[in-house]
T-cell receptor, first 111, second 114 residues
Framework: GQSLEQPSEVTAVEGAIVQINCTYQ??????LSWYQQHDGGAPTFLSY????GLEETGRFSSFLSRSDSYGYLLLQELQMKDSASYFC????????????FGTGTSLTVIP | NAGVMQNPRHLVRRRGQEARLRCSPV?????VYWYRQLPEEGLKFMVY????????ESGMPKERFSAEFPKEGPSILRIQQVVRGDSAAYFC????????????FGSGTQLSVL
């Protein structure tokens, strides 16, 4: 089966940097994605790592290390609006075109 | 350029009734996924469909739950004889096809079973 573990809650100060980790157990996958969800609303796609290394998209960066079965989402210059839940996700190699999501991390940004 | 449209936004049913949740994918998208989410929890995969075909329903309970994605019209997730444990948010997502890594989600249907 697929298992993606994330810390359940993270709190950080406005303007700071925060890292949200995702550790996974899966036999093989195409890449690691990240989604943001505000207050139970529609999850929205943030980033995707097909290869090991860092991908940067504005204030958000995402990292993948397949050898360590580990990835993270890095949020810089935190803003209050970044308070949301963040999910990592994978599309495994041997299960067709399904996507499996992590347990989710609730980020609270405080003044 | 409408995104994924789900309706209703909120659905209240009494135990034993049927719930029908609708999802219209992004125009041109042929792949639809349904996920279930309980409060403070992650997105649990239920079923993956392409036009007129169920590709994978391994995450869907064998009884009372069914899904379809007809050639014309929205995808439907149907829950028969609902029980209180079915209360959850149900999200639909779509993608253009195999190999595309980005899912587009709807705003979900919050099902409450009384």
């Amino acid at each position: 089966g697929q298992s993606l573990e994330q810390p359940s809650e993270v709190t950080a100060v406005e303007g700071a940097i925060v890292q949200i980790n995702c550790t996974y157990q899966t036999s093989g996958f195409y890449g690691l994605s990240w989604y943001q969800q505000h207050d139970g609303g529609a999850p929205t796609f943030l980033s995707y790592n097909a290869l090991d290394g860092l991908e940067e998209t504005g204030r958000f960066s995402s990292f993948l290390s397949r050898s360590d079965s580990y990835g993270y989402l890095l949020l810089q210059e935190l803003q209050m609006k970044d308070s949301a839940s963040y999910f990592c996700a994978v599309r495994p190699l041997n299960t067709g075109n399904q996507f499996y999501f992590g347990t989710g991390t609730s980020l609270t940004v405080i003044p | 350029n409408a995104g994924v449209m789900q309706n209703p936004r909120h659905l209240v049913r009494r135990r034993g009734q049927e719930a029908r949740l609708r999802c219209s994918p992004v125009k041109g998208h042929s792949h639809v996924y349904w996920y279930r989410q309980l409060p403070e929890e992650g997105l649990k995969f239920m079923v993956y469909l392409q036009k007129e075909n169920i590709i994978d329903e391994s995450g869907m309970p064998k009884e009372r739950f069914s899904a379809e994605f007809p050639k014309e019209g929205p995808s439907i997730l149907r829950i028969q004889q609902v029980v209180r444990g079915d209360s959850a948010a149900y999200f639909c997502a779509s993608s253009p096809g195999v190999g595309n890594e980005k899912l587009f989600f709807g705003s979900g249907t919050q099902l409450s079973v009384l």
